[in-house]
């Protein structure tokens, strides 16, 4: 079956812009993750979704970072005044719940280059 | 708080030969271990987990990982390793009361033909 994907792929844009990430999840996967990953960082977990709500977002770097999800299924990231800080890949996962032993399967990723 | 440590950040290897990627981990509670493959300009691709049961798990493309709870550790291994099996490699631990994987900071595998 279709696994995850995000769209763009790629996305460059200027600082201080703004800039949406999307992401489809596996049909039927309840949960949804969002995670960074940049040279400096590694991967960083950012926020994640059961169902439309979003029960922790305290791994958004600032509160330029937001994100939502409507429908049980898509999910946008928003980053608002991009700063150069905020190029990296941004990569979703979802899993079909959120218990322990579930499995997260992530999407290609969107790459974000801040000029 | 969770936490993983892959201590090498390049693993070199000739094909036909035995590939091992070391993981060590810390969590609070019983670990939730899971490894994953990633190729360039790809996304992280699931290779296998382990959750409880036999220490000794089989995934996918003839890869296999063995929990060692004494040593906290959870080395994924190859028998015979493939040019096609150059990639990045990430281990990851979930505890038990959260809900994020928390990824160790990769390491480069090259294998030579």
């Known amino acids: 079956g279709a696994g995850v994907s995000q769209s763009p792929s790629n996305k460059v844009t200027e600082k201080g812009k703004d800039v949406e990430l999307r992401c489809d999840p596996i049909?039927?996967?309840?949960?949804l993750y969002w995670y960074r990953q940049s040279l400096g960082q590694g991967l960083e977990f950012l926020i994640y979704?059961?169902?439309?709500?979003?029960?922790?977002k305290s791994g958004l770097p600032s509160d330029r970072f937001s994100a939502e999800r409507t429908g049980g299924s898509v999910s946008t990231l928003t980053i608002q005044r991009t700063q150069q800080e905020d190029s990296a890949v941004y990569l979703c996962?979802?899993?079909?719940?959120?218990?322990?032993?579930?499995?997260?399967?992530f999407g290609p990723g969107t790459r974000l280059l801040v000029l | 708080a969770q936490s993983v440590a892959q201590p090498e950040d390049q693993v070199n290897v000739a094909e036909g030969n035995p590939l091992t990627v070391k993981c060590t981990y810390s969590?609070?509670?019983?670990?939730?271990l899971f490894w994953y493959v990633q190729y360039p300009n790809r996304g992280l691709q699931f290779l296998l987990k382990?959750?409880?049961?036999?220490?000794l798990v089989k995934g996918s493309y003839g890869f296999e990982a063995e929990f060692n709870k004494s040593q906290t550790s959870f080395h994924l291994k190859k028998p015979s390793a493939l040019v096609s099996d150059s990639a990045l490699y990430f281990c990851?631990?979930?505890?038990?009361?959260?809900?994020?994987?928390?990824f160790g900071a990769g390491t480069t595998v090259t294998v030579r033909a």
């Open positions: 996962a979802s899993s079909l719940e959120t218990g322990v032993g579930e499995t997260q399967y």
């Open positions: 049909s039927g996967h309840t949960a």
């Open positions: 979704f059961q169902g439309n709500s979003a029960p922790d």
């Open positions: 969590v609070s509670g019983n670990p939730y």
């Open positions: 382990y959750i409880t049961g036999d220490n």
């Open positions: 990851a631990v979930r505890d038990p009361n959260d809900y994020k994987l928390s």
